[in-house]
């Protein structure tokens, strides 16, 4: 996958690829089609906020959920 990713506090991103993440039994991937950066996201790259590094920002998104694990409930939407 590719990610926009903090390394250094208030650093410019850098775009990285990054391996695609396992899917628990319970939980989901979610192939992010479109993501925003807001304030918190701010805060974690000027260090107010602590977060570890390396970072990837972006919590508020949108995206298709795929795949999906066994037992989870998801279906084929997510928002995070
Ligand atoms: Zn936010």
Same mark, same amino acid.
């Given at each position: 996958? =590719?990610?926009?990713?903090?390394?250094?506090? %208030?650093?410019?991103?850098?775009?990285? #690829?990054?391996? @695609? /993440?396992?899917?628990?039994?319970?939980?989901?991937?979610? =192939?992010?089609?479109?993501?925003?950066?807001? %304030?918190?996201?701010?805060?974690?790259? #000027?260090?107010? @906020? /602590?977060?570890?590094?390396?970072?990837?920002?972006?919590?508020?998104?949108?995206?298709?959920?795929?795949?999906?694990?066994?037992?989870?409930?998801?279906?084929?939407?997510?928002?995070?």
């Amino acid at each position: 996958m =590719r990610a926009a990713v903090l390394r250094e506090i %208030r650093q410019p991103l850098s775009l990285e #690829e990054w391996p @695609d /993440p396992d899917c628990p039994t319970d939980g989901v991937v979610c =192939r992010v089609l479109a993501s925003g950066i807001c %304030r918190s996201d701010w805060h974690a790259w #000027e260090g107010g @906020d /602590p977060v570890p590094m390396p970072h990837i920002p972006g919590h508020e998104y949108c995206g298709e959920s795929w795949p999906w694990g066994a037992t989870s409930r998801a279906g084929p939407w997510a928002t995070g």
